[in-house]
């Protein structure tokens, strides 16, 4: 079987890394690194319709501000909004590559990614918007990957290494005090809204191996992405629409996952392709995430995940037409990061997709994905002596989301 039949694996499976848990979206990935041309550019875009809907949500923590100070605690009894909200928007995960090999073994690889994001925006009119009216993370990632491949037994293994730096912003809106509490406190035309912007960046590198035999078209790789250390996450903390007449900074610190991933594939018959990976993402290292006033290093708020770490299980089959045209179809499953604090259980994703190859210069790739958003409910919990969920609780039904990816491979 010839590598140039290997191309139609990444239009199914990059779709399926779409859904994943955590804040992943399109998480790391260096297959073009392995791509045999000798300059080879690559551009890509998915776009993922995730449809959450939150039901039997209840307002639990419904104590009002202090009176006298105005500070605020519970935020007023928000249970005469909507007990059932769609909580998730539609979103894009564009990504750009280069490789090049630059002398006998060495190849380099240069990409654009955007390996983390978020945006839920449930709105105010659900009783649950003290806890969320929009929340939105971006992320930017720039790497930088090389390798070296020599001869070992009847195949070549491939040392691979690298490094990347990223950018992560974001905010989040919720209901602080509601509108009807502050007209009681003579605080009349505010929303009760509070905004809380951040922005922060780091390093991070990988380092990996890869043993392969083109004539089976048999790839085995490890690959290990190191933490990006957020140590110094700058923002603001707008309290106007609440009880507050000034914009604070704020400070805090994060870091992004380190992850950890297999992958296997193998010819199986001529023309047959079969592949599969398993992936393990430190999500549990973002629990809570406190931020300090700039100027009296004062604790201001938190951005609460409570996540467990992620596992994701993928396998699929690839098969080429003949010269121009292949298919592929996988299946993969992600543990939900979720542990009975917020909507993110296990996920099944059923991908498909076609390889097109007018000339052995230029590829197109088309997939689309479906996935199921598995049940769940999520509440009051203590992880690790933390207590989380106390001021809202909600059910989710098995819900859907659907995914389509695009890219385009040139050769030089």
Do not use: M
């Given at each position: 079987m010839k590598t140039t039949a290997l191309g139609l694996i990444a239009a199914s499976a990059f779709v399926g890394g779409a859904q994943a848990g955590g804040l992943e979206r399109g998480g790391y990935n260096i297959d073009l690194l392995f791509d045999p041309g000798q300059y080879v550019f690559e551009s890509g875009v998915t776009y993922v319709a995730p449809d959450r809907t939150l039901k039997n949500v209840r307002d639990t923590d419904t104590t009002n501000p202090n009176p006298t100070t105005g500070a605020p605690n519970g935020g007023g009894n928000l249970n005469a909004r909507s007990n059932s909200v769609d909580e998730t928007e539609s979103y894009f995960v564009p990504?750009?590559?280069f490789k090049a090999n630059l002398n006998e073994g060495v190849a380099c690889m240069a990409d654009?990614?955007?390996p983390w994001g978020a945006h839920t925006k449930p709105g105010t009119d659900w009783a649950g918007a003290n806890q969320n009216v929009e929340t939105k993370v971006n992320s930017h990632n720039y790497a930088l990957t090389c390798s070296y491949k020599f001869d070992v037994g009847p195949g070549q293994l491939r040392i691979?290494?690298?490094?990347?730096y990223q950018e992560v912003d974001g905010f989040k809106e919720r209901i602080v005090v509601a509108p009807a509490v502050l007209s009681a406190l003579g605080l009349t035309g505010r929303t009760g809204i509070g905004r809380l912007d951040l922005e922060g960046d780091g390093y991070g590198w990988r380092i990996g191996a890869a043993y392969e035999i083109p004539?089976?078209?048999?790839r085995a790789s490890l690959v290990y992405n190191s933490q990006v250390k957020l140590d110094d996450i700058t923002g603001t903390l707008d309290l106007r629409q609440v009880t507050?007449?000034?914009?604070?900074?704020?400070y805090g610190s994060a870091a992004m996952p380190d992850s950890l991933e297999m992958k296997l594939q193998s010819g199986i018959a001529p023309d047959w392709l079969a592949?599969?990976?398993v992936k393990w993402t430190d999500w549990s290292q973002l629990q809570r995430i406190r931020f300090y006033n700039s100027t009296t290093n004062a604790e201001r708020t938190s951005l609460d995940l409570a996540y467990r770490d992620g596992w994701t299980v993928s396998g699929g089959i690839g098969h080429k037409l003949n010269d121009q045209w292949s298919v592929a179809g996988s299946v993969t499953w992600d543990r939900g990061t979720s542990q009975g604090f917020g909507a993110q259980s296990?996920?099944?994703i059923f991908g498909t997709g076609v390889s097109y190859t007018p000339t052995e210069n230029v590829e197109f790739r088309l997939a689309g994905a479906v996935s199921l958003l598995t049940s769940g409910s999520s509440g009051a919990v203590t992880i690790d002596g933390e207590s989380y969920g106390s001021d809202v609780s909600y059910d989710f039904g098995t819900d859907l989301a659907a995914a389509v990816s695009t890219s385009l491979k040139v050769r030089f």
């Open positions: 990504r750009l590559g654009y990614s955007q691979i290494g690298g490094g990347f004539e089976y078209a048999l507050s007449t000034t914009v604070e900074n704020v592949f599969g990976s296990d996920t099944w």
